[in-house]
């Protein structure tokens, strides 16, 4: 779904309209926390969660953590819901069998570089990847799902777009009240410039209440080509103008750009007329890895999705911040959890 504008706005008619619902939507959201009793995985689980609808910088945190915990001796396994994918059931994700439409993009996307499971019931895939020889969970999005004891939380906020207007959805973009969560969070990691809306008395909270923030930026893992031609980005993500942007900076020449909704499927006209605006206007086409992971592996019936894939340059994300913030993970692990 595309983020309603009144979103962003502290006072709107729309935003005062959908109140009712949003009480709504809070009190089950605190029913289902308050009378669930989490279960204990035979493993550690760090927990990267966020308190806003839609993308905040999730999947590049637990890709990160994940990378760093492999390089430590560890052996990490990443839980996902699947979102967007039609098998429910708890499986490990095979990048020789499955597509995004099976298992959702971004656990396709991870499972490039690391073992990922998928499943509505987090529970039965903790113990897919325990059989499976893995030593540490990493629970990505999970933050309001109590279904499982967390040894580490770990809060992601988008710290350039911000809490929005501080209303819960749908009259707003919160899922819960940021300070409701932070009564559950180990550690805050803001990506961006903090200059989103509440994102300073947040950051206030925060260090009042003991619990360390760490700054980080997402970059491109490219290299500048020699291919000198205008970019055409097109992309289905939460914020498109994040990655346009993110390619200015780098360097390209944004001429044209095409966005979707969040965790769109791209139809064959879709593809088709991408490819063909891109030769008329002698563009060279890019788009982001989530993107591409919906257009694997699609069978023969995606011929021109195929094509796009083909032709696009694919613009993996990588998340940047200190040393601190792993050193940090590293040894809240070492203390045994009561």
């Not at 205008?230 to 992309?235: F, H, K």
Request: aromatic residues 8%; neutral net charge.
């Amino acid at each position: 779904m595309r983020e309603p504008k009144f979103w962003r706005r502290p006072k709107s008619i729309s935003g005062f309209a959908l109140r009712p619902l949003s009480w709504l939507y809070q009190s089950a959201s605190f029913l289902r926390r308050v009378t669930a009793k989490p279960q204990k995985a035979a493993l550690p689980i760090i927990c990267v969660g966020n308190v806003t609808v839609g993308g905040a910088g999730k999947t590049p945190v637990t890709d990160f953590i994940a990378q760093h915990l492999k390089d430590k001796g560890w052996s990490p396994a990443i839980l996902s819901r699947g979102y967007g994918g039609q098998i429910k059931d708890a499986c490990a994700v095979d990048l020789n069998l499955h597509n995004s439409i099976d298992v959702g993009d971004e656990p396709l996307m991870l499972a490039q570089r690391h073992q990922v499971f998928i499943g509505a019931d987090r529970a039965a895939s903790a113990e897919l990847a325990r059989n499976a020889d893995n030593t540490i969970l990493i629970k990505d999005d999970g933050l309001q799902n109590p279904s499982l004891y967390h040894d580490i939380n770990i809060l992601v906020v988008d710290g350039e777009k911000g809490f929005g207007n501080e209303l819960i959805f749908p009259a707003g973009p919160l899922r819960e009240h940021p300070y409701e969560a932070l009564n559950r969070t180990d550690i805050v990691i803001i990506i961006g410039d903090a200059t989103g809306h509440g994102i300073t008395t947040f950051i206030g909270k925060c260090h009042g209440r003991a619990v360390p923030v760490f700054y980080a930026s997402t970059k491109p893992s490219l290299t500048q080509t020699d291919d000198k031609k205008p970019v055409l980005a097109y992309c289905a993500i939460a914020r498109p103008q994040k990655f346009y942007q993110t390619l200015a900076n780098f360097g390209f020449e944004v001429a044209q750009t095409r966005d979707f909704p969040d965790h769109y499927y791209f139809s064959e006209d879709d593809a088709k007329d991408l490819l063909r605006f891109a030769d008329a206007q002698n563009l060279t086409l890019y788009t982001t890895e989530k993107d591409a992971a919906r257009l694997t592996k699609l069978g023969d019936e995606a011929h021109y999705r195929q094509k796009l894939l083909e032709r696009s340059t694919i613009v993996p994300i990588r998340l940047e911040v200190s040393d601190d913030f792993m050193a940090h993970i590293l040894a809240r692990l070492k203390t045994p959890s009561v």
